[in-house]
Structures are given as structure tokens and as C-alpha cells.
């Protein structure tokens, strides 16, 4: 999510007071919503573009607010990011989702590997790899099984710390994605220094991909044909017709995720949906 999203939640009221009263709120909501385990991940497939094969899934948070409904992840990830709470949400996370794995791996439904997205923050905690490694290990889900997604804005903070967490997690077996790729500050150079395995198009270049001027059509394709000269699978994010996955699986695009494919379902129903995938 972008910087300033945070404010979304807060532009309901009027006044100054108001807003930094309903942040204040929702910080304390976003507590107590910890404490009692109401939040919830849900599971959006990421399947072959050549096969329709499932080649993995992304865990998406969701928080069933029980006056407010269901609020984006876009409305609190950022606020938990500022206040802190994104720490231990993000090992709630973490957890959550390995958990999931390994239930779906003892059906024999599993993709072969689930996707996690790290904050930022999360990223730049020097305990990050011990959490993941713990994890794995009281949960009992092979390294491999797991993909963390971050966004290029983790190259804001110091490189050569960001490149020795990346090793440390690729040398426990785990693959690394980047997240929303194209609409950060990504350098060329990150890419080439980076020890990542997936670039993910972010959405925002899917989403136009058939208009007529065809300027997104050529970015994706570009970035495409970036990924593959690189040796990354490339992943298209937000696909939502027939024709987008055309145009991707034409290009050399290796795997699609958007509602074409699913929706991110609650854990049943994907559950549902991996036994159904699942049959002969
Ligand atoms: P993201 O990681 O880029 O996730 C992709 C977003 O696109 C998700 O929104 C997903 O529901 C949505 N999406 C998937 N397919 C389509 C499609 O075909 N069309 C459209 N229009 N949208 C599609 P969501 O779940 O609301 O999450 C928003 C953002 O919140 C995520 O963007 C990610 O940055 C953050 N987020 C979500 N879950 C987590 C989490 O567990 N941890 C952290 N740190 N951030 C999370
Ligand atoms: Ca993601
Ligand atoms: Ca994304
Ligand atoms: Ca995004």
C-alpha cells in the first residue's frame, strides 16, 4: 500500500480532533482485535498462465470489524505499521498461514507454495529470520513451501542489511517475490543485486492492459520480458478477463492471480476450492 493510505480511514470526519481521535480508536480497536484473534486470512490462487495448474496462493489479511464491516487491509496495514502492531500481527500472520499449509498439505491439496507479505517494517526487524525460522520449525512446513512477498519500498532502508536478511531467508530455502513491481523506486541495479525469485506486475498495469493506447500493454510486456531475461517467474497480479490472461501467457508471463482465476477466499471455501482443483 501506498504512504498516506492510512488517512482513508480517517477522512470520514470532519474535524482534526476527530481524526486523530478515530487514528487513536482504531489503533486501540486494532489491539484489541489482536487479543481476541478476530482477525482472519483469506487465500487467493496463483495459477500456471500455460496450464491453469494451482502453483500457489497469496495470504491476504482481513479484519471483520464488527461495526464497521470488513476493513481493507489498505486501511489498518498502515497503522499498524506506525504504531508497532504490525510486529506481532505479522507474526500472527506468519503462523496463521503456515498453519494453513500444512492442514491443506496433510489433505494432499496444497499448492506447493504459499505467499506472505512482509511489511516493510517487518523486514527491517533484525529478529525477522528467527521468526520465520521458529515458525516453520514449531509448525513443522517445509522452508520451501513458503514465499514472502515485499514491495520494492524495502530498498528504502540500508541495502546492505536488506541483502543479508534476503540471503538469510533464501538460504533456509524460502523464495522471495516483489510485490507490486514497477511502482516503486525499482532500480535496475536492486534487481541485479537482489537474491529474489519472483517478480509480481503490480495490478495498476494489468488493470489497462487492453486500451487502445497501449501504453500499459507495453510495460507489461516489458517487464515480462525483463523477468524472464533475468531468470525471475514473473507473476501478473489483478487479472480480471479472459484477455489479460491472454496477453500475459503470450508474452512469457509464467503464472496469473485476480479474480479471473478466484477471488481471496476465507479458509473453507479455499479449502473447497484446492479439493476441487485437486480431482483427476
Ligand atoms: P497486495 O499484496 O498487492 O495484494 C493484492 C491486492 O489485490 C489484494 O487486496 C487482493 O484482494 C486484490 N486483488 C486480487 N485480485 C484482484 C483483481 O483481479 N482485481 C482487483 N481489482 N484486485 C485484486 P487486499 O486483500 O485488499 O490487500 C491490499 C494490500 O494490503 C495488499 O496489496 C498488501 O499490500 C496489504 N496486505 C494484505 N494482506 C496483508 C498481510 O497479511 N500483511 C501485510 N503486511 N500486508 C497485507
Ligand atoms: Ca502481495
Ligand atoms: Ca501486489
Ligand atoms: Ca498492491
Redesign the pocket.
Known sequence: ?KRGDERRYATYLPSMEEQSLAVLNMENDLRLALAAGAFE??F?PKVSAETGDVMGA?????WPHPERGMI???DF?PL??ESGL?MP??RW?LRD?CRRMVAWRAQGIAPPSLS????PR?FADPSLTETIERTLEETGLPPECLDI?I?ESVTSGDVERVISTMAALKAMGITLSV??FGTGYSSLNYLKRFPIDTL?I??SF??DLMDTKGKDAAICATVVALGNNLGFTVVA????TADQARFLYEKGCHML????IS??LPAAAFTAWLAEMSEP
Open positions: 500500500a486470512l483469506h487467493q497469496e495470504a491476504l489479511i482481513r481493507s487491509p489498505m496495514i499498524a505499521e504490525i500481527l505479522g500472520i498461514a506472505v507479505n512482509v511489511s517487518q512477498e514491495t510485490d507490486d509480481k503490480d495490478q494489468v488493470r497480479e489483478g487479472v480480471e492471480q485476480g479474480y479471473w477471488r481471496p
